[in-house]
Protein backbone atom coordinates (compact mmCIF):
# COMPACT_ATOMS: atom_id res chain seq x y z
CA UNK A 1 0.00 0.00 0.00
CA UNK A 2 1.36 3.26 -0.72
CA UNK A 3 1.91 6.13 2.01
CA UNK A 4 -1.18 8.33 0.24
CA UNK A 5 -3.48 5.09 0.56
CA UNK A 6 -2.43 4.69 4.40
CA UNK A 7 -2.27 8.75 4.86
CA UNK A 8 -6.24 8.46 3.11
CA UNK A 9 -7.03 4.99 5.53
CA UNK A 10 -6.09 7.33 8.85
CA UNK A 11 -8.01 10.10 7.67
CA UNK A 12 -11.35 7.79 7.70
CA UNK A 13 -10.57 6.51 11.03
CA UNK A 14 -9.77 9.86 12.58
CA UNK A 15 -13.45 11.01 11.20
CA UNK A 16 -15.07 8.42 12.63
CA UNK A 17 -13.37 7.92 15.83
CA UNK A 18 -11.80 11.04 16.67
CA UNK A 19 -8.35 9.47 17.28
CA UNK A 20 -6.35 6.68 16.14
CA UNK A 21 -3.00 4.66 18.03
CA UNK A 22 -0.03 4.24 16.77
CA UNK A 23 -0.04 0.23 17.59
CA UNK A 24 -3.50 -0.65 16.43
CA UNK A 25 -1.99 1.67 13.01
CA UNK A 26 0.85 -0.88 12.57
CA UNK A 27 -1.26 -3.81 13.03
CA UNK A 28 -4.03 -2.62 10.14
CA UNK A 29 -1.42 -2.19 7.74
CA UNK A 30 0.87 -4.46 8.42
CA UNK A 31 3.80 -1.64 8.35
CA UNK A 32 6.98 -1.02 10.78
CA UNK A 33 5.90 1.45 13.63
CA UNK A 34 8.67 3.90 11.81
CA UNK A 35 6.41 3.87 8.76
CA UNK A 36 3.54 4.67 10.66
CA UNK A 37 5.22 7.18 12.45
CA UNK A 38 6.36 8.93 9.05
CA UNK A 39 2.78 8.80 8.04
CA UNK A 40 1.82 10.69 11.07
CA UNK A 41 4.27 13.40 10.86
CA UNK A 42 3.68 14.09 7.44
CA UNK A 43 0.02 14.34 7.93
CA UNK A 44 0.64 16.90 11.06
CA UNK A 45 2.93 18.91 8.52
CA UNK A 46 -0.18 18.99 6.07
CA UNK A 47 -2.24 19.96 9.43
CA UNK A 48 -4.81 16.80 8.94
CA UNK A 49 -3.74 16.24 12.36
CA UNK A 50 -1.96 16.77 16.02
CA UNK A 51 0.63 14.06 17.03
CA UNK A 52 -0.47 13.20 20.60
CA UNK A 53 1.75 10.79 22.77
CA UNK A 54 0.62 6.99 21.02
CA UNK A 55 -1.39 8.34 18.54
CA UNK A 56 -2.92 11.41 16.90
CA UNK A 57 -6.11 13.18 17.20
CA UNK A 58 -8.26 15.56 14.53
CA UNK A 59 -6.94 18.72 14.60
CA UNK A 60 -10.27 19.91 16.13
CA UNK A 61 -9.07 17.79 19.00
CA UNK A 62 -7.30 21.03 20.05
CA UNK A 63 -3.84 20.49 21.99
CA UNK A 64 -2.08 17.18 22.37
CA UNK A 65 -4.07 14.96 24.84
CA UNK A 66 -2.97 11.37 26.60
CA UNK A 67 -4.42 8.27 25.85
CA UNK A 68 -5.46 6.21 28.80
CA UNK A 69 -2.98 5.01 31.14
CA UNK A 70 -3.51 1.11 30.74
CA UNK A 71 -2.76 1.96 26.73
CA UNK A 72 0.49 3.93 27.41
CA UNK A 73 1.42 0.77 29.16
CA UNK A 74 1.80 -0.94 26.06
CA UNK A 75 2.95 1.51 23.65
CA UNK A 76 6.53 0.86 22.58
CA UNK A 77 7.45 -0.80 26.37
CA UNK A 78 11.00 -1.90 24.32
CA UNK A 79 12.04 1.82 23.77
CA UNK A 80 10.61 2.84 27.11
CA UNK A 81 12.91 0.02 28.59
CA UNK A 82 15.80 0.87 26.54
CA UNK A 83 15.32 4.95 27.39
CA UNK A 84 15.13 3.30 31.09
CA UNK A 85 18.40 1.53 30.85
CA UNK A 86 19.97 4.42 29.69
CA UNK A 87 18.92 7.02 32.22
CA UNK A 88 20.14 4.89 34.78
CA UNK A 89 23.52 5.67 33.45
CA UNK A 90 23.49 9.37 34.00
CA UNK A 91 22.14 9.07 37.60
CA UNK A 92 25.27 7.89 40.29
CA UNK A 93 24.72 5.41 43.17
CA UNK A 94 23.29 7.06 46.09
CA UNK A 95 21.91 9.53 44.46
CA UNK A 96 18.08 11.16 45.89
CA UNK A 97 15.96 11.31 42.57
CA UNK A 98 11.95 13.07 41.73
CA UNK A 99 10.64 9.96 39.76
CA UNK A 100 6.68 11.26 38.49
CA UNK A 101 4.07 9.48 37.25
CA UNK A 102 4.05 8.09 33.92
CA UNK A 103 4.91 4.67 31.70
CA UNK A 104 8.13 5.40 31.07
CA UNK A 105 9.37 7.26 34.69
CA UNK A 106 7.84 3.26 35.28
CA UNK A 107 10.47 1.83 33.03
CA UNK A 108 13.43 3.75 34.26
CA UNK A 109 12.36 3.11 37.96
CA UNK A 110 12.11 -0.49 36.59
CA UNK A 111 15.39 -0.77 35.51
CA UNK A 112 17.30 1.55 38.40
CA UNK A 113 15.86 -0.68 40.95
CA UNK A 114 17.70 -3.72 38.97
CA UNK A 115 21.09 -1.97 38.72
CA UNK A 116 21.13 1.18 41.64
CA UNK A 117 20.93 2.40 45.28
CA UNK A 118 18.86 4.88 45.04
CA UNK A 119 16.57 7.35 47.17
CA UNK A 120 13.50 7.32 45.08
CA UNK A 121 10.80 10.48 45.94
CA UNK A 122 7.60 10.09 43.71
CA UNK A 123 4.27 10.30 43.44
CA UNK A 124 3.86 7.09 41.74
CA UNK A 125 2.11 4.39 43.48
CA UNK A 126 3.34 1.75 41.21
CA UNK A 127 6.74 2.92 41.63
CA UNK A 128 7.02 3.29 45.33
CA UNK A 129 5.39 -0.54 45.05
CA UNK A 130 8.23 -1.53 43.36
CA UNK A 131 10.66 0.02 45.23
CA UNK A 132 9.61 -1.10 48.47
CA UNK A 133 10.87 -4.90 47.66
CA UNK A 134 14.17 -3.34 46.21
CA UNK A 135 17.54 -2.43 47.08
CA UNK A 136 16.26 1.05 46.58
CA UNK A 137 18.08 2.75 50.06
CA UNK A 138 14.92 5.11 50.74
CA UNK A 139 11.77 4.97 48.84
CA UNK A 140 9.00 8.22 49.84
CA UNK A 141 5.92 7.95 48.18
CA UNK A 142 4.52 11.41 47.99
CA UNK A 143 0.63 12.24 50.03
CA UNK A 144 -1.79 13.60 48.04
CA UNK A 145 -4.92 12.61 46.06
CA UNK A 146 -5.15 9.43 44.39
CA UNK A 147 -6.30 9.75 40.55
CA UNK A 148 -8.81 7.79 39.29
CA UNK A 149 -6.95 7.20 35.92
CA UNK A 150 -3.08 7.03 36.69
CA UNK A 151 -2.21 5.34 40.18
CA UNK A 152 -0.79 8.05 41.37
CA UNK A 153 -0.96 11.02 44.35
CA UNK A 154 -2.00 14.83 43.63
CA UNK A 155 -2.72 17.98 44.77
CA UNK A 156 -1.40 20.36 47.53
CA UNK A 157 -0.58 18.26 49.73
CA UNK A 158 1.17 16.46 46.75
CA UNK A 159 2.91 19.88 46.71
CA UNK A 160 3.68 20.85 49.87
CA UNK A 161 5.34 17.96 50.75
CA UNK A 162 7.42 18.05 46.98
CA UNK A 163 9.15 21.27 49.05
CA UNK A 164 10.15 19.60 51.93
CA UNK A 165 12.98 17.26 50.19
CA UNK A 166 15.69 18.66 47.75
CA UNK A 167 16.80 16.38 45.10
CA UNK A 168 19.96 15.75 42.68
CA UNK A 169 17.82 14.72 40.05
CA UNK A 170 14.08 15.29 38.63
CA UNK A 171 13.29 12.16 36.20
CA UNK A 172 9.93 13.14 34.14
CA UNK A 173 7.64 12.43 31.26
CA UNK A 174 5.65 14.98 29.67
CA UNK A 175 3.42 14.78 27.29
CA UNK A 176 5.28 16.75 24.46
CA UNK A 177 8.76 17.83 23.95
CA UNK A 178 9.01 21.06 21.71
CA UNK A 179 11.88 21.93 20.59
CA UNK A 180 11.44 26.04 21.07
CA UNK A 181 8.69 25.65 23.27
CA UNK A 182 9.84 23.28 25.92
CA UNK A 183 8.11 20.05 28.19
CA UNK A 184 4.40 19.85 28.38
CA UNK A 185 1.72 17.88 30.05
CA UNK A 186 -1.91 18.18 29.01
CA UNK A 187 -3.16 17.82 33.06
CA UNK A 188 -2.71 20.66 35.22
CA UNK A 189 -2.12 18.63 38.48
CA UNK A 190 0.49 16.33 36.35
CA UNK A 191 2.00 19.67 35.27
CA UNK A 192 2.34 20.99 38.74
CA UNK A 193 4.22 18.29 40.29
CA UNK A 194 6.83 17.92 37.57
CA UNK A 195 7.06 21.86 37.77
CA UNK A 196 7.25 21.21 41.97
CA UNK A 197 10.06 18.97 41.34
CA UNK A 198 12.18 20.75 38.92
CA UNK A 199 11.84 23.82 41.08
CA UNK A 200 13.14 21.29 43.80
CA UNK A 201 16.38 19.50 42.07
CA UNK A 202 19.77 20.24 41.05
CA UNK A 203 19.13 18.62 37.93
CA UNK A 204 16.33 17.71 35.55
CA UNK A 205 16.11 14.71 33.27
CA UNK A 206 13.28 13.91 30.82
CA UNK A 207 12.71 11.00 29.39
CA UNK A 208 10.28 11.21 25.88
CA UNK A 209 9.37 8.45 23.98
CA UNK A 210 10.06 9.33 20.32
CA UNK A 211 6.16 10.09 19.57
CA UNK A 212 6.12 12.93 22.13
CA UNK A 213 9.24 14.78 20.63
CA UNK A 214 7.86 17.76 18.79
CA UNK A 215 4.78 17.74 20.64
CA UNK A 216 3.12 20.39 22.34
CA UNK A 217 0.18 20.10 24.98
CA UNK A 218 -1.84 22.50 27.08
CA UNK A 219 0.22 23.03 30.06
CA UNK A 220 3.60 24.33 29.85
CA UNK A 221 6.20 22.65 32.94
CA UNK A 222 9.81 24.16 31.93
CA UNK A 223 11.82 25.58 28.75
CA UNK A 224 14.57 24.02 26.66
CA UNK A 225 16.72 25.65 28.98
CA UNK A 226 15.68 24.14 32.07
CA UNK A 227 16.28 20.99 30.96
CA UNK A 228 19.38 19.10 31.61
CA UNK A 229 18.85 16.05 29.68
CA UNK A 230 16.64 14.18 26.99
CA UNK A 231 16.53 10.61 27.04
CA UNK A 232 14.52 9.59 23.63
CA UNK A 233 15.06 6.34 21.11
CA UNK A 234 16.53 5.91 18.12
CA UNK A 235 13.31 6.79 16.38
CA UNK A 236 13.77 10.56 17.42
CA UNK A 237 15.04 13.04 15.33
CA UNK A 238 18.61 13.53 15.28
CA UNK A 239 18.62 16.96 15.04
CA UNK A 240 17.25 17.74 18.03
CA UNK A 241 19.18 19.89 20.69
CA UNK A 242 19.19 21.76 23.67
CA UNK A 243 20.62 24.80 24.61
CA UNK A 244 22.68 24.25 27.74
CA UNK A 245 21.83 20.06 28.21
CA UNK A 246 22.56 17.00 26.11
CA UNK A 247 20.16 14.52 23.89
CA UNK A 248 20.81 11.16 24.40
CA UNK A 249 19.70 8.50 21.79
CA UNK A 250 19.02 4.69 22.58
CA UNK A 251 19.01 1.34 20.52
CA UNK A 252 16.47 -1.79 21.81
CA UNK A 253 19.90 -2.65 22.40
CA UNK A 254 20.21 -0.80 25.73
CA UNK A 255 17.31 -2.89 27.26
CA UNK A 256 18.48 -6.47 26.31
CA UNK A 257 22.16 -5.64 27.73
CA UNK A 258 20.62 -3.86 30.87
Given at each position: ????????????I????????????V????????????????????????????????????????P?????????????????????D????????????????R?????????????????????????????????L???????????????????????????????????????????????L???????????R????????H??????????????????????????????????????H?TS???????
Amino acid sequence: MWASERQAKILEILNTEKRVVTLDLVDLFDVSRETIRRDLLDMETAGALHRVHGGAICVDGGVATEPDFAVRLEAGAEYKAAIGAATCDLIGDGATVFVDAGTTTRAFAHQALRKGNLKFITNSIEIAQMASGSNAREVLLLGGRPHKDVPATYGELTLSEIDRFHADFAVLSPVGLHPTRGASYYELHEAEVARAMIRRSARCIMLCHSPKIGVESRVAVCRPEEIDHIVTDELADKSLRLPRGQVHFTSLASAVSG
